[in-house]
């Protein structure tokens, strides 16, 4: 690893962070750490608009530079598409800025179109490594955390040791609506308010529907617990994003007499005032399990062929349950039984 550079008092950072929710969410502890080591500094990230609402708000950043994928934009054309791309970039190229930090090594392209005066990055070989000014490699990351192995780019700037938690911001307005959906039921005054989400893209992470309703009612059987579910929406053969409209219906039908708020959440600002409310989550490994982490609720997490080591969740209370087959669906509900009442807390005041 490189040593840290003469930076200066007040440079513009550009964090390069374009895939996954939870991606962006491990990113926030970097964040966090680069605003108190520059207070001054203009800060910015550059997301997709898939994963850039869950920044909404967030206090360390000075702007979120977003533009569209092809995959997330299925009313625009990839003409339209690129036009807005290169005007985007050409924008940002205009702004000289002093770094780019790129925590992906496939963004080395989107760097030299930007322009800065210096690049931070992973490399691979020692050929990887030519055009970065910072350079991590590679194999410095593969037996830590992903906060950790992305906090080593911070090491530019002098900034090491233990990151911070990861932090996102709530949306007063949507937390606003989930409290008033909450006055009138159950769940105002239960003990536990369980969050539930049943919704993974990859098939290793799902669990059966059943297997949730099982879960729900052997919980609500200890007394005093609510629940709130969470999914995400859309069909089942939706090719972008697999929703689990259905699978929800069908839940909540065989739910009727159990306290059970469904929270459909069409934008993530929404998901995250919901999660805000809960008092512990239950859910598979990916971006609810890394939101909820964000927002200081204990997990239990379903781990498939993912590696607990890497995307455990960061910097709360958290039960790991992954099966030998790496594959969710052979969980039982004893398992997450056990394990959420080994996590189980009243919900704080918030």
């Given at each position: 690893?490189?040593?840290?550079?003469?930076?200066?008092?007040?440079?513009?950072?550009?964090?390069?962070?374009?895939?996954?929710?939870?991606?962006?969410?491990?990113?926030?502890?970097?964040?966090?750490?680069?605003r108190r080591r520059f207070p001054k500094s203009?800060?910015?990230?550059?997301?997709?608009?898939?994963?850039?609402?869950?920044?909404?708000?967030?206090?360390?950043?000075?702007?979120?530079?977003?533009?569209?994928?092809?995959?997330?934009?299925?009313?625009?054309?990839?003409?339209?598409?690129?036009?807005?791309?290169?005007?985007?970039?050409?924008?940002?190229?205009?702004?000289?800025?002093?770094?780019?930090?790129?925590?992906?090594?496939?963004?080395?392209?989107?760097?030299?179109?930007?322009?800065?005066?210096?690049?931070?990055?992973?490399?691979?070989?020692?050929?990887?490594?030519?055009?970065?000014?910072?350079?991590?490699?590679?194999?410095?990351?593969?037996?830590?955390?992903?906060?950790?192995?992305?906090?080593?780019?911070?090491?530019?700037?002098?900034?090491?040791?233990?990151?911070?938690?990861?932090?996102?911001?709530?949306?007063?307005?949507?937390?606003?609506?989930?409290?008033?959906?909450?006055?009138?039921?159950?769940?105002?005054?239960?003990?536990?308010?369980?969050?539930?989400?049943?919704?993974?893209?990859?098939?290793?992470?799902?669990?059966?529907?059943?297997?949730?309703?099982?879960?729900?009612?052997?919980?609500?059987?200890?007394?005093?617990?609510?629940?709130?579910?969470?999914?995400?929406?859309?069909?089942?053969?939706?090719?972008?994003?697999?929703?689990?409209?259905?699978?929800?219906?069908?839940?909540?039908?065989?739910?009727?007499?159990?306290?059970?708020?469904?929270?459909?959440?069409?934008?993530?600002?929404?998901?995250?005032?919901?999660?805000?409310?809960?008092?512990?989550?239950?859910?598979?490994?990916?971006?609810?399990?890394?939101?909820?982490?964000?927002?200081?609720?204990?997990?239990?997490?379903?781990?498939?062929?993912?590696?607990?080591?890497?995307?455990?969740?960061?910097?709360?209370?958290?039960?790991?349950?992954?099966?030998?087959?790496?594959?969710?669906?052979?969980?039982?509900?004893?398992?997450?039984?056990?394990?959420?009442?080994?996590?189980?807390?009243?919900?704080?005041?918030?």
């Amino acid at each position: 690893m490189e040593l840290a550079l003469d930076v200066g008092e007040a440079p513009s950072i550009l964090v390069v962070r374009r895939d996954n929710i939870g991606d962006l969410v491990c990113t926030t502890p970097l964040i966090v750490a680069l605003r108190r080591r520059f207070p001054k500094s203009w800060i910015g990230v550059f997301a997709n608009s898939y994963n850039a609402p869950i920044l909404d708000g967030h206090p360390d950043l000075n702007e979120i530079i977003v533009y569209r994928k092809a995959k997330h934009s299925r009313d625009s054309s990839r003409i339209q598409l690129h036009v807005e791309r290169f005007w985007i970039l050409l924008n940002l190229r205009r702004r000289h800025l002093d770094w780019i930090l790129l925590t992906k090594r496939e963004d080395r392209p989107v760097a030299r179109l930007i322009g800065a005066k210096c690049i931070a990055g992973f490399y691979k070989t020692a050929r990887d490594k030519a055009g970065l000014d910072y350079a991590v490699p590679i194999a410095a990351t593969r037996d830590v955390h992903h906060v950790e192995a992305l906090y080593q780019l911070g090491g530019a700037f002098g900034i090491n040791g233990k990151p911070p938690n990861l932090r996102i911001s709530i949306n007063s307005a949507e937390r606003h609506r989930v409290d008033q959906a909450l006055a009138p039921t159950p769940l105002a005054t239960a003990r536990h308010v369980v969050g539930i989400h049943i919704g993974a893209r990859r098939i290793s992470q799902r669990w059966p529907k059943e297997r949730f309703v099982e879960l729900i009612r052997r919980l609500y059987e200890s007394g005093g617990v609510a629940f709130m579910l969470f999914w995400t929406p859309g069909s089942f053969d939706q090719p972008q994003h697999p929703g689990d409209d259905i699978a929800a219906q069908d839940m909540l039908a065989w739910l009727e007499d159990i306290p059970v708020l469904p929270w459909r959440s069409p934008h993530l600002t929404a998901l995250v005032a919901g999660i805000s409310s809960c008092s512990s989550m239950i859910c598979s490994d990916g971006g609810a399990m890394h939101i909820a982490a964000a927002l200081g609720k204990p997990i239990v997490a379903f781990f498939g062929d993912s590696d607990p080591s890497h995307w455990r969740p960061w910097g709360v209370p958290f039960r790991i349950l992954q099966p030998a087959t790496k594959n969710v669906g052979d969980l039982t509900v004893a398992d997450a039984v056990a394990a959420w009442h080994s996590l189980a807390r009243p919900r704080p005041c918030l």
